[in-house]
């Protein structure tokens, strides 16, 4: 069966278009973190480092979108929602430009748009840099139209010059006042069209770190950042203050230490408000160097929040909110599970070993296992691992096409057993799941040469789980 051409060709992207089924049904009802998600095409949802705006009754979600093949610029993605569970693929809506600043070989990260009040316009705010981190600032682009195209407009200035630095973020305050987060704890004020920054209102928070968020509730402001681990997962940290400008309160880490913020790295803080309460939604990446576009992730957490503390104390591995209320409940999980003995009904292919635990693992390219099942959904739990690598996985009909392919990295600096992959809703038939070891693993350096990433290639399977 032939693979779906990628939409994406019109911007001259070199990727793999994973998925062969356009979705007219909802896919998903839940928050999942941590798998692939796949939009209405069937394609992987590409949107890192993002942020999240709520327009006319729809939210839109706007993102790097990432290659497998180097860390270049591959323009702004954006997606859109009515429910926060299935994403519409919108258009690409900063693409790479013919040259400049955002041309070819360029770095282009983290965008936020926000709406200004004031003008009704668009401005789109993103880290502008060279490949080697050495040519930084914080850019803008705006657009007439929620989804675009923008029009990048070059540097945001602060008294005349650049503000050279990387990771931001942003942030609108409940009257409308706009505000540039930059790493290491800068905080600037937007003037009301947002085009250019009124004053600096903090400077160098004190403990902050990179890839800054916030969030406001009840008068207090919560401001968190990350560690500077490259892409490297790390316990992310949050201070507080009753005015932006401070003084900031550094208050520790908001996820269990040694959990590295559950895998993942801060990018943007969703108010969810509705009649009852308003969940406020942690969104971060757990990214997959260099597979950022095929097996890079995202985890969205719901936050509890008690005065000035702010914690994330346990995974939600699936989780729902009612828009209209503003509540939030996890999802219980459902269907037939298939583990321990169970798993002999799986069909392992190479050097598969089974622990005490009845933990499937192999390490060896090629190796793979399959499992014929009849339902509407497939999930599969496996174990991360410090030499955890890349799986390919793919489900096929009683004809042999391949409707969903994705690849999912096991890789994770501690052990864990976690949920890695959660096929969109299908036609209720027949299916036959195929996970394949690539024999490939992530691996990366930082700008100082430090080195990061797995030390093997394992694929491990702890459960199958079919509804």
Known sequence: MKRLTTIFLFACIAVCSYGQTRFEQPAYEAIYSGVPWFD?????????????????????????????????????????????????????????????????????????????????????????DSLNYKDQYVGYATAQHITGPYTFKGPILYEGKPIRRWDMGAFQDEDGTGYLLVHHGDIYQLTADYRGIEKQVASNVPGMGESPAMLKKNGVYFLLSSNLTSWERNDNQYHTARNIAGPWTE???????????????????????????????YMGDRWSFPKQNSAATYVWQPLEIDGEDLSIPAYQESWMVDLSTGQHKLLQTQGTEIEGKDLDAVNFQGNWKADSMAIYRSDNKDDHFSYTFTGTSLKLYGL?????????????????????????????????????????ALPKDTYTVVVTVMGERGNWSDKRRNNYGSTGYGVALKKIVVE
């Open 40 to 128: 209405q095409h069937g394609n992987t949802v590409s949107a890192h480092g993002a942020g999240v705006i709520k327009d006319n009754g729809r939210y839109y979600l706007f993102g790097g979108f990432k290659a497998d093949s180097a860390n270049v610029f591959n323009g702004f993605a954006c997606y859109s929602s009515a429910d926060l569970y299935n994403w519409t693929f919108e258009r690409m809506a900063l693409p790479v430009q013919e040259e400049g600043k955002l041309g070819k070989n360029r770095v282009g990260e983290r965008p936020k748009v926000m709406k200004s009040p004031a003008t009704g316009e668009y401005v789109m705010f993103m880290h502008v």
């Open 251 to 281: 208050q520790g880490l908001f996820a269990p230490e040694g959990s590295l913020t559950w895998n993942s790295q801060c990018s943007f803080v969703l108010p969810i408000m509705g009649t009852k309460d308003t969940t406020f939604m």
């Open 384 to 424: 991360a691992r410090p030499d955890g690598g890349y799986a390919k996985v793919c489900i096929r009909d009683q004809k042999g096409n391949t409707i969903i392919e994705s690849i999912v990295d096991m890789y994770c600096l501690y052990p864990t057993e976690i949920l890695k992959f959660v096929s969109p």
